[in-house]
């Protein structure tokens, strides 16, 4: 999966939930939940933390505004919107707000002293689902769409 920031650019629903502990968005499709820890964590020590596509993200209230903050993003060649380049030492800041009943905005920041020379920062807009909104669950099954048109399957492929 791409993980952060590319899981939230699809058009499929997004299932955003506050708990006592965290925020948690799960998200339709192959993607990784993700986690944002409300509970006054600090990040862990990123030297035995294990990186993944989403990192690590701890976040508080600020009035009506969630400010997540993320680290420990795996590296590789994972573009952010706008340019650069997503690293182990990325950072990402998120302000999450509700504009209107029904729209979501997230600010995203993006610092790394690797690949960017200034923090890179853009604004996404939400809106919420009308009616009855279906997760998708997807399996990593690159033979799926083959087996639902009933079409002949590679000889390797699992039956």
């Not at 999966?1 to 997004?14: C, N």
Request: with cysteine; charged share 25%; glycine share 10%.
């Amino acid at each position: 999966a791409e993980g952060m920031p590319w899981q939230m650019t699809h058009a499929e629903p997004i299932d955003i939930r506050q708990g006592p502990l965290t925020v948690s968005m799960t998200f339709s499709g192959a993607w990784d939940t993700r986690n944002i820890y409300i509970d006054g964590q600090p990040h862990p020590d990123l030297d035995d933390f294990d990186f993944t596509t989403v990192g690590h993200s701890i976040g508080k209230w600020e009035g009506d505004t969630l400010v997540a903050d993320t680290v420990g993003f795996e590296g590789g060649v994972r573009v952010i919107p706008g340019g650069g380049l997503r690293t182990e030492k990325s950072r990402l800041v998120e302000r999450y707000r509700l504009r209107r009943p029904n729209v979501l905005e997230v600010t995203f920041t993006w610092t790394d002293p690797d690949t960017l020379l200034k923090p890179h920062t853009y604004t996404w807009r939400f809106e919420r689902a009308q009616g009855t909104a279906w997760m998708t669950e997807t399996a990593c099954d690159p033979v799926r769409n083959m087996r639902a048109k009933g079409l002949p399957l590679p000889f390797d492929a699992p039956q």
